[in-house]
T-cell receptor, first 115, second 116 residues
Framework: DQQVKQNSPSLSVQEGRISILNCDYT??????FLWYKKYPAEGPTFLIS?????DKNEDGRFTVFLNKSAKHLSLHIVPSQPGDSAVYFC??????????????FGTGTQLKVEL | DAGVTQSPTHLIKTRGQQVTLRCSPK?????VSWYQQALGQGPQFIFQ???????QRGNFPDRFSGHQFPNYSSELNVNALLLGDSALYLC???????????????FGPGTRLTVL
């Protein structure tokens, strides 16, 4: 059961344009969402997060939008730069009875920013 | 500020062997989580340690076990290795705050395990 889905395996965008990466989830208990960027042979790097009590969070060129009714979030990168080329993972978390806060990841979207 | 470190970087084992992977959390963090990332997939949660105890566990068999030390570092042990255990093993650290479930997890570079 894939609780976090990234339906686009890849995305190609021109430098300077907007990149929009999408993510859908099914579990209503998720209350925290994160985006990570991953280069080959490296661990995921935290980019930006959003709590379920918000619908938008912005950090520099990165903005995350959350639509709780649609169980959908998106990451906008403006303007896109060649160094943004990487795999982007959407992750979701929520509290558990034992106090743990495991993250559930999507399968990733490969972003390629072309010159 | 030291980030999350993991050792070794790469490891090759044969079926049936046992392996131990190590992780040191980011400075100031007290919680360690382990994830398995198979090729083409997102990371899958194995378990999380806090105060030297397993706090939460994912859908992994008992062959996967762990430990957290008083200095917050952690080990992941896998017994009776199978070919399907070949993957990138990621460690993530965070700071536990009572009543807060939104602590950001920061990842290390991972250990690439190959089982032959």
């Amino acid at each position: 059961d894939q609780q976090v889905k990234q339906n686009s395996p890849s995305l190609s965008v021109q430098e300077g344009r907007i990149s929009i990466l999408n993510c859908d989830y099914t579990n209503s208990m998720f209350d925290y969402f994160l985006w990570y960027k991953k280069y080959p042979a490296e661990g995921p790097t935290f980019l930006i997060s959003i709590s379920s009590i918000k619908d938008k969070n912005e950090d520099g060129r990165f903005t995350v939008f959350l639509n709780k009714s649609a169980k959908h979030l998106s990451l906008h990168i403006v303007p896109s730069q060649p160094g943004d080329s990487a795999v982007y993972f959407c992750a979701a978390g929520g509290s558990s009875t034992g106090g743990g806060n495991k993250l559930t990841f999507g399968t990733g979207t490969q972003l390629k920013v072309e010159l | 500020d030291a980030g999350v470190t993991q050792s070794p970087t790469h490891l090759i084992k044969t079926r049936g062997q046992q392996v131990t992977l190590r992780c040191s959390p980011k400075s100031g963090h007290d919680t360690v989580s382990w994830y398995q990332q198979a090729l083409g997939q997102g990371p899958q949660f194995i378990f999380q340690y806090y105060e030297e105890e397993e706090r939460q566990r994912g859908n992994f068999p008992d062959r996967f076990s762990g430990h957290q030390f008083p200095n917050y570092s952690s080990e992941l042990n896998v017994n009776a290795l199978l070919l399907g255990d070949s993957a990138l093993y990621l460690c993530a650290s965070s700071l536990f705050r009572q009543g807060i479930s939104t602590d950001t997890q920061y990842f290390g570079p991972g250990t690439r395990l190959t089982v032959l």
